[in-house]
């Protein structure tokens, strides 16, 4: 391939010639093209020659250390470029993190979430196995990141005693039976000295009676980070254990990247709304769920995008749904299932106050007085997003004001009028419960 460099006297200004030999049939190619699209081609043509040199000089060199080598039984290192990574010693490295990183996890609660030489896979043979560029980048990109982490995962602890799921309770009281399993899987932990474990659990019951909240409150009460994956939006199964790997925008799933890529080996998994999934052209969503549940298979499940095998098994997984008859039997029965009932009046102004008191520990004012009770009583037919907000635009409205103490005309116009209605009440209607 060659520029022509005799200037063409036909040619318009801004545009020369490009010639190049197409085959054996044909001498020679001229094309007229812009002079900068001529330059980026010079450029190419030249940068794909000082490769194509790069490449047979290492194939020299390696051919020649071949011959010079004084055993048979020696095989060179193949040629890698300057930025490449050499599997043969990034395994030798990976065994010698492990031992380290084994020694300094003796004393405190760790898992193995992975084999050692499991990272491997991301890096070896890679060009052989696709030639897409961004999967080869990629790939070393997450192969630095899990060589960084290790093969070990800590596992959170819950940062309250039994004391403190009772805080829980006195917050989320109609979720009872729920925090009572929470409670006694906690006990049993303490009592054998085992790790800490919920199995799955399955929240049903209508809508806005705080399934989401009360999953992220355990989360935190549990010490661990949590993820919310929505299935009514559409959400496929891909984004649990990963995209086929032969699809062009391939990615790795959310399970992995909470395992392997994250902090903890147990990190809570939010289902929401599973009820909704919906199949889609490229699978179910929910059929993943099937092993990432199962404790004997959850041990070693495989991200599919980046074919790396890993143990789920310390995942807690929480389920939401309104209607259990849309959830297969064979997914239901590996959830512990907890129908939620609507708070009654009482267990409504109760968790009122807890989101009272939390508002005003938040808000941190100097010499400011808590919420009086029966204010708190006016906005406990609100969910709780909708008291945190009256309570905080409250607090505002009242300081401007040069008060210390929020009043019944800082909440909004609907709550003063839904107060008149209920006034005198000790705990406000069925009717208003949210």
């Given at each position: 391939m060659r520029q022509n460099t005799k200037k063409d006297e036909a040619a318009l200004p801004g545009y020369g010639d490009y010639s190049f030999k197409e085959d054996d049939t044909y001498r020679c190619v001229t094309l007229v093209l812009p002079n900068r699209?001529?330059?980026?081609?010079?450029?190419?043509?030249?940068?794909?020659?000082?490769?194509?040199?790069q490449e047979e000089q290492n194939l020299r060199q390696s051919k020649a250390a071949d011959e010079s080598s004084p055993s048979a039984f020696f095989k060179?290192?193949?040629?890698?470029?300057?930025?490449?990574?050499?599997?043969d010693r990034e395994s030798k490295d990976l065994e010698q993190a492990a031992v380290e990183s084994t020694r300094s996890a003796e004393t405190g609660e760790f898992v193995v979430v992975h084999e050692v030489l499991e990272p491997l896979k991301l890096i070896k043979d890679l060009k052989s196995r696709t030639p897409d560029r961004e999967i080869h980048k990629r790939n070393e990109l997450l192969y630095?990141?899990?060589?960084?982490?290790g093969h070990l995962r800590a596992l959170a602890q819950p940062v309250v005693d039994l004391q403190g799921f009772e805080h829980l309770r006195k917050a989320f009281p109609h979720f009872s039976p729920v925090l009572d399993l929470v409670r006694d899987q906690y006990a049993f932990a303490e009592l054998t000295g085992k790790a800490f474990h919920i199995p799955p659990i399955l929240l049903a019951g209508d809508p806005g009676i705080g399934k989401t909240r009360f999953s992220q409150e355990l989360a935190q009460a549990l010490g661990?980070?949590?993820?919310?994956?929505?299935?009514?939006?559409?959400?496929?199964?891909?984004?649990?254990?990963?995209s086929d790997k032969n699809w062009a925008n391939t990615?790795?799933?959310?399970?992995?990247?909470?395992?392997?890529?994250?902090?903890?080996?147990?990190?809570?998994?939010?289902?929401?709304?599973?009820?909704?999934?919906?199949?889609?052209?490229?699978?179910?969503?929910?059929?993943?769920?099937?092993?990432?549940?199962?404790?004997?298979?959850?041990?070693?499940?495989?991200?599919?995008?980046?074919?790396?095998?890993?143990?789920?098994?310390?995942?807690?997984?929480?389920?939401?749904?309104?209607?259990?008859?849309?959830?297969?039997?064979s997914l239901r029965s590996r959830f512990q299932e907890f129908w939620i009932e609507q708070p009654s009046g009482a267990?409504?102004?109760?968790?009122?106050?807890?989101?009272?008191?939390?508002?005003?520990?938040?808000?941190?004012?100097p010499g400011f007085q808590p919420p009086a009770l029966p204010l708190v009583r006016y906005i406990a037919h609100l969910s709780a997003r909708e008291q945190i907000q009256a309570l905080k635009r409250a607090y505002a409205a009242a300081r401007v004001d040069g008060r210390h103490q929020i009043a019944l005309a800082d909440l909004p116009e609907q709550v003063r009028r839904d107060a008149s209605e209920f006034a005198g009440e000790d705990v406000p209607p069925a009717g208003l419960l949210h």
């Open positions: 699209l001529l330059q980026a081609l010079t450029e190419e043509r030249l940068a794909a020659e000082a490769l194509k040199a060179p290192r193949s040629a890698l470029g300057a930025n490449e990574l050499d599997p630095k990141q899990i060589k960084a982490r661990t980070v949590m993820r919310r994956l929505p299935f009514d939006n559409g959400q496929s199964g891909v984004s649990l254990l990963g990615t790795y799933g959310s399970v992995f990247e909470l395992v392997v890529l994250g902090e903890y080996a147990n990190p809570v998994i939010l289902l929401d709304e599973i009820d909704k999934a919906s199949k889609r052209p490229e699978g179910d969503p929910l059929a993943s769920l099937h092993s990432l549940l199962e404790p004997v298979t959850s041990h070693r499940v495989r991200d599919i995008s980046v074919d790396f095998e890993f143990n789920a098994s310390r995942v807690i997984w929480i389920a939401t749904a309104n209607e259990l008859e849309r959830i297969p039997q267990q409504a102004l109760q968790m009122a106050e807890v989101v009272a008191q939390e508002v005003h520990q938040e808000m941190n004012l």
